[in-house]
C-alpha cells in the first residue's frame, strides 16, 4: 500500500534556500472577533483595544487591533508553506509593531529564508525566518524572526 505525504512536498529542510523570500497566498481581513474576543481571553484589557470613547480623541481615532493577533496571524498565514514539517519551534525574537492594525484591515504575510544550518541530529536541520505581514496598502505591520527544527526528506518514512 502506498502512502500519501501528509504534508506539503517542498518544505522540508532541503526546500528551503538562503534568501529566498516567499509570499504567502493567504491574506486575512481583521475583524472584531480577533480583537475582542482573543484580546479578551489573554486578559489584555487595555484600553486602546477596548474603548471607543478613549481611543476617539487620540492620534489614532480608533481602537487598535492587539500586536500579540496581528504576530499570530502572519506567522499563521506563513505556516502552510513554512511549518508543515516542523518538529519544533526554536525561538521568536526581533518582534516589532511597525504600523497600527486595525479592525477592518486586511493582512497579507511574507517570509525570507535568512540561515540554514545543521542541527544536533540527523533528522533535521535548522531553519531561520524572517517573517513580516502588511496592510491593504502594503505598509510592514508586523515582522519578526523565528527559529525552527524543520524535518529532513531523507527522513520521511512511507
Known sequence: MSMQALTGN???FEDFTEGEVLKHRRGKTIEPLENVLITNMVMNTASSHF???????????KRLQFGGVTASL??????????????????LTKIRFKVPVFHG???????QVVSKEEADRADAGVVTFRHW???????VVFEGERTVLVKRRSHWRR
Open 133 to 139: 505581514g502588511v496592510n491593504q496598502r502594503d505598509d
Open 51 to 61: 474603548d471607543d470613547v478613549v481611543m476617539k480623541d487620540t492620534m489614532f481615532g
Open 74 to 91: 502572519i506567522v499563521g498565514m506563513a505556516s502552510q508553506d513554512t511549518s508543515e514539517n516542523a518538529l519544533a519551534e526554536l525561538g
Open 10 to 12: 517542498n518544505n522540508y
Open 105 to 111: 484591515d486586511t493582512l497579507y504575510a511574507y517570509t
